[in-house]
């Protein structure tokens, strides 16, 4: 039973440029979270989603920044117009239905640097 | 004051040793408590769930102190391999999206 499968693993983009990170979750999981870490600080939410429909994007930033999870195929999130400020580790949580925010299991992450 | 605080660490013990870490969480309505390890540049692996009676696995031990609104994790034993960065996570009785909040972190470091 694969995890939590994120792509790519390490992402270099320049300023300006658009980022694309993709989570694909857990066999039989529906729910799909993204979390941003900076070093030395804890893991921030930034988005929930079920397939096809945003639960809750309250920690997700209103500009740059959107996210989806269609009915066929991985969630996306993705980052417009990058920022220096943008790099930091980008994980994925999925959990499975029924059971939504109790139990998440993470991808091993996209590390965004922007130069 | 914050959601969900840890103290940073580290805490640096010998192999053998017993540690224990503390979380507070504000929200005296919190439901679910949950335990994870993340090892440096590494994803958060979920180590175990908290439950009201306190729960045990091996050498660790999770505990829930409603009343005064904090959960422990009790290491027995320590190896050198449970040195990593240990957090917490809270989630809300109610509100509907049911998002976890994650501490900070208390890292741990074992030494021979």
């Known amino acids: 039973n694969a995890g939590v499968m994120q792509n790519p693993r390490h992402l270099v983009r320049r300023r300006g440029q658009e980022a694309r990170l993709r989570c694909s979750p857990m066999k039989g999981h529906s729910h799909v979270y993204w979390y941003r870490q900076l070093p030395e600080e804890g893991l921030k939410f930034m988005v929930y989603l079920q397939k096809e429909n945003i639960i809750d994007e309250s920690g997700m930033p209103k500009e740059r920044f959107s996210a989806e999870f269609p009915k066929e195929g991985p969630s996306i999130l993705r980052i417009q117009q990058v920022v220096r400020g943008d790099s930091a580790a980008y994980f994925c949580a999925s959990s499975p239905p029924g059971l939504s925010g109790y139990e998440q299991y993470f991808g091993p992450g996209t590390r965004l640097t922007v130069t | ?112």
């Open chain 2, 1 to 112: 004051r914050k959601e969900v605080e840890q103290d940073p660490g580290p805490f640096n013990v010998p192999e053998g040793a017993t540690v224990a870490f503390n979380c507070t969480y504000s929200n005296s309505a919190s439901q679910s408590f949950f335990w994870y390890r993340q090892d440096c540049r590494k994803e958060p692996k979920l180590l175990m769930s908290v439950y009201s009676s306190g729960n045990e696995d091996g050498r660790f031990t999770a505990q829930l102190n409603r009343a005064s609104q904090y959960i422990s994790l009790l290491i027995r034993d320590s190896k050198l391999s449970d040195s990593a960065t240990y957090l917490c996570a809270v989630t809300p009785a109610s509100g509907g999206s049911y998002i976890p909040t994650f501490g900070r972190g208390t890292s741990l470091i074992v030494h021979p």
